[in-house]
């Protein structure tokens, strides 16, 4: 089993910045793609980032490219988002999650890739 543990949640105002972090233990194996997903109340769970193992590869939803980073420490097992310019249509909960199977590129966006999820940490940006 994996688990998941994110931090880094808070509340800000609208054009601040936050850092979220989510450090996977158990048996992570030696490989994996790691990624962020937000749920806003009465909204479906949506993607947000992912980046593969090497950290080569990494895909962003439309709405964040360019104030969203994900970056990840492989030796930690740990992921990150740092996100900039928050907006308050940015207010969500935040999921990290996590899938140590070999998985196409063309599914990583798909919430139901992922066989394991953190608890959520809550993003309030304030206008």
């Known amino acids: 089993q994996v688990q998941l543990v994110e931090s880094g949640g808070g509340l800000v105002q609208a054009g601040g910045s936050l850092r979220l972090s989510c450090a996977a233990s158990?048996?992570?194996?030696?490989?994996?793609?790691m990624g962020w997903f937000r749920q806003a109340p009465g909204k479906e769970r949506e993607f947000v980032a992912i980046?593969?193992?090497?950290?080569?590869?990494?895909y962003y939803t439309d709405s964040v490219k360019g104030r969203f980073t994900i970056s990840r420490d492989n030796a930690k097992n740990t992921v990150y988002l740092q996100m900039n310019s928050l907006k308050p249509e940015d207010t969500a909960v935040y999921y990290c999650?996590?899938?140590?199977?070999?998985?196409?590129?063309?599914?990583?966006?798909?919430?139901?890739?992922?066989?394991?999820w953190g608890q959520g940490t809550q993003v309030t940006v304030s206008s």
């Open positions: 999650a996590a899938t140590y199977r070999g998985v196409p590129i063309t599914e990583v966006t798909v919430k139901g890739t992922y066989d394991y």
């Open positions: 158990g048996r992570t194996g030696s490989s994996g793609t």
């Open positions: 980046s593969t193992w090497s950290d080569t590869i990494t």
